[in-house]
């Protein structure tokens, strides 16, 4: 669907939740003040802008290693025609909210859209972006600005692991992974300023 109607859906879906104050109560409920899990959200045009570099194609897989209330996840399965829109996050808050969000979604939106938005998977799983299986994804989606560069290693070593033709959208950081190959850099507007988001296409 056109990016504007996708945005009109977001809009509504994530008007009450509130992301920064689950994120804070999360961190301390779990001891995490680490810089890793610093919170911060895709704004859709910008992310819209950014995605379509990467051309999604028909039935193709997105995740999103670090979804917080799965805004990147849900706008992936509106707004590109991927038949899987995975997130991982690792404080299960933020997962309940993105559940709960999709929720709304499937009762309250997804009866009223086209045939083709019945099929879509859209999914929200817990934990460590690094102890999940990515083999199956064809666009990845990181929003990692404040990763140590200990996971971003890790994340670069896991992502050669992507099929050839795989493509990567990695805002904050670069990857000197040989598998990766560079692409582009682009800017991209985020609800707390703006970012650089490096692309790479699995060789
Ligand atoms: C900047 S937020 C991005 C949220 C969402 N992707 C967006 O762009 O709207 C980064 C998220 O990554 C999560 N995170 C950090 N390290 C993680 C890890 N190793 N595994 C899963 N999630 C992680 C944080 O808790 C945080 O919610």
Avoid: N
Wanted: proline residues 5%; contains cysteine; aromatic residues 10%.
């Amino acid at each position: 669907m056109e990016i504007a109607r996708a945005t009109e859906i977001f809009d509504r879906l994530y008007a009450d939740v509130p992301a920064y104050e689950i994120a804070q109560s999360e961190k301390k409920r779990m001891g995490m003040q680490d810089l890793s899990t610093t919170y911060g959200e895709i704004l859709p045009q910008a992310f819209h802008e950014v995605l379509s570099a990467v051309s999604p194609r028909e039935g193709e897989v997105f995740f999103d290693l670090g979804s917080g209330t799965g805004k990147a996840t849900l706008l992936a399965a509106l707004a590109f025609p991927f038949s899987r829109s995975v997130g991982i996050e690792l404080l299960p808050g933020l997962g309940d909210a993105a559940r709960q969000v999709l929720g709304r979604f499937d009762a309250e939106v997804r009866p009223g859209l086209s045939p083709e938005y019945q099929q879509r998977k859209i999914e929200y799983l817990d934990g460590d972006f690094l102890r999940y299986d990515l083999s199956e994804a064809d666009v990845v989606f990181a929003h990692g600005t404040c990763y140590p560069h200990e996971v971003i290693g890790q994340l670069g070593v896991k992502l050669a692991e992507l099929r050839p033709g795989s493509r990567v959208v990695f805002v904050g950081h670069t990857f000197d992974t040989p598998e990766l190959k560079f692409l582009r850099m682009m800017l991209m507007k985020t609800d707390w300023g703006s970012a650089l988001a490096a692309l790479y296409e699995r060789a």
